[in-house]
């Protein structure tokens, strides 16, 4: 085979190696989003959907299960009509108090009514009942209660930069893991740069955002059981042993290293499918009634 020959194999290589590594980074993006959405709308601050019928009429609603300190958190459902009426029924969570009744008035189109100001990491269950001309309707349902929570708001200018490090280290995990299966000469680069942007945006930011929010920097292992802070040292870890098998220069075993680094990407990927802000921070109400601080009176391990 001559040098042209040679040539012309030298470039449809190089023309297969770019298309895979478009598509493996198409197929990484996917992952990222899948993952990310997956957890976003599993996670138990997420806004609760369903719906609800009056005289054969079905209305979908949103109600929160978070809230900032900063103000009352608004609850409100669509408005079936002026024959509907109802009440927001709440008490502080976990406790076995009273529930109290605040009346749902009409507000730009729909019944509305403001749950008032707790401390960050304070919880509140409530839930919503309406009396129609067809019957009683409870929202989310007959027995059962939204809980949410409170947190202190936290700086654009931290927070923006906290989740974008966390997807770029995760977006950037799944394409290492990729190239681990497919394309290993990137592979190296790929997974110092997760390990470096999963430092910046889960070790450093990550516990800014929430002394900003609970007011504690970390109260994941050794100093307490947060699931967030759990799920982001695990993932830390398990890509400092992928980039020390793998080295800052050269592969010294590169079969040993491709498996850590895919191994990394799994145990990233599936850290993900755990909902976010599981086992969280939660204000200790006794505490609080026995005149501690509420900043005093936070937890983390609870449900």
């Known amino acids: ?64 299960r978070s809230g900032v300190t900063t103000e009352g958190t608004r609850v409100a459902i669509p408005n079936p009509g002026q024959d509907v009426s109802g009440g927001l029924i709440y008490r502080r969570y976990p406790t076995n108090e009273e529930f109290t009744t605040l009346p749902l008035s009409v507000e730009d189109g729909e019944l509305a009514a403001r749950l008032p100001v707790q401390p960050a990491a304070g919880k509140l269950e409530y839930y919503v009942v309406l009396d129609t001309p067809d019957g009683g309707r409870w929202i989310p349902g007959r027995d059962e209660t939204v809980v949410m929570r409170y947190r202190a708001p936290v700086p654009a200018a931290v927070l923006l930069p906290h989740v974008l490090f966390m997807f770029i280290a995760v977006l950037v995990g799944i394409r290492a893991g990729l190239a681990a299966l497919f394309d290993p000469p990137g592979m190296r680069r790929l997974a110092w740069v997760t390990l470096g942007t999963m ?36 993932m830390w870890l398990v890509w400092v042993v992928a980039c ?27 850290v993900y499918l755990i909902p976010h802000s599981l086992r969280g921070s939660e204000l200790d109400y006794s505490q609080v009634d026995q005149g501690i601080d509420p900043s005093e009176a936070v937890e983390t391990g609870n449900p």
């Not at 010294?252 to 990407?265: C, F, G, S, Y």
């Open 199 to 234: 430092t910046l945006g889960g070790l450093i930011l990550g516990p800014i955002v929430q002394e900003y929010a609970f007011g504690a920097f970390w109260t994941g292992f050794p100093f307490g059981y947060d699931l967030t802070d759990n799920k982001t040292l695990i």
């Open 244 to 270: 020390a098998a793998l080295g800052w220069k050269a592969t010294r075993n590169v079969p040993l290293a491709r498996v850590t680094v895919l191994l990394a990407t799994v145990v990233t990927l599936v």
């Open 1 to 64: 085979m001559g040098m042209h020959g040679h040539a012309g194999l030298e470039g449809a290589s190089r023309t297969r190696g770019r298309w895979l590594g478009v598509a493996l980074w198409v197929v990484a993006v996917v992952l990222m989003l899948g993952s990310a959405v997956y957890q976003r709308l599993t996670g138990p601050t997420h806004p609760l959907r369903g719906e609800f019928a009056v005289a054969g009429e079905r209305y979908r609603y949103r109600v929160p």
